[in-house]
């Protein structure tokens, strides 16, 4: 993939109508309006699958794939890599090889599971608390990268897009029993790991600007289990129900004595 890859398909997605040759290929296949996709990813998880790259390597990469990217006209949201859960050298490579360059970045990649804590459904006592652990390092990861981002000016171009998270238990314990890649059964475990996460993001809430749960649909941490026309919700789609008029809303701070 060269950066003329990822830039010819901003155009075709987002260029006006009759604009361009890919827009025009774009009202070909059906679709003669935008897409109009604002949010870009430049790599994915390029710390392993996406690569295996070192941070300075993807950084340098990153410059000059978003650079081209960035002459398209209109609205976008450029999103870098970033860790993999508590790898603080790789923000820390990043962000030295990004602060002195052109900074076409809006946002900074975080992953980070919860994982492995016995069986989906039978769990022991220690193993509900070890999930709870797990769940609450949330805070830790992302204070102490963006510390590492406050530390080299980056705030403005570095919010953190924390665009994977959520439960990771071994797969084939799901309505399918494995004909779905990851999918897991889900229980009030995951509900509580939910809460508390989303808690974590609502009180980061100025460090943070994406929060995107792993999937949606028979996977991990799912919210709904779906067969041909039958369709349930899950522990952890309550909790999103229940959450959802904050988004978008002020977070007011609270000092109680």
Not at 152 to 164: P, Q, R, T
Not at 227 to 236: A, F, K, Q
Not at 244 to 254: E, L, P, W, Y
Request: with cysteine.
């Amino acid at each position: 993939v060269t950066p003329l890859h990822i830039r010819n398909w901003v155009d075709y997605c987002n260029s006006p109508e009759g604009t361009t040759t890919l827009a025009q290929e774009r009202a070909e296949n059906g679709h003669p309006e935008p897409f109009g996709i604002r949010y870009w990813g430049i790599g994915n998880e390029n710390w392993g699958g996406g690569g295996n790259m070192d941070p300075t390597v993807y950084a340098h990469e990153y410059r000059r794939f978003s650079a081209l990217v960035n002459n398209i006209p209109g609205d976008k949201v450029l999103i870098a890599c970033g860790p993999n859960a508590d790898d603080y050298h790789w923000t820390h490579r990043f962000m030295e090889a990004m602060a002195d360059s052109e900074k076409h970045m809006q946002g900074f990649s975080l992953h980070y599971y919860c994982g492995w804590a016995g069986d989906p459904v039978n769990f022991t006592r220690d193993q509900w608390y070890q999930q709870l652990k797990q769940a609450e390092r949330m805070d830790e990861i992302l204070n102490r990268h963006w510390s590492i981002i406050k530390g080299y000016g980056m705030e403005e171009h570095a919010k953190l897009v924390i665009d994977e998270w959520g439960c990771w238990h071994p797969d084939g314990s799901g309505p399918s029993r494995g004909g779905n890649l990851f999918e897991q059964q889900s229980t009030m475990r995951d509900a509580a790991v939910t809460a508390l996460t989303l808690n974590i993001f609502n009180n980061n809430c100025e460090k943070i600007r994406m929060a995107n749960v792993a999937q949606l649909v028979n996977n991990l941490h799912a919210l709904f289990f779906v067969s041909g026309e039958n369709c349930i919700v899950t522990p952890t789609y309550h909790v999103f129900h229940m959450y959802k008029n904050h988004q978008g809303a002020a977070a007011v701070r609270t000092a109680v004595e």
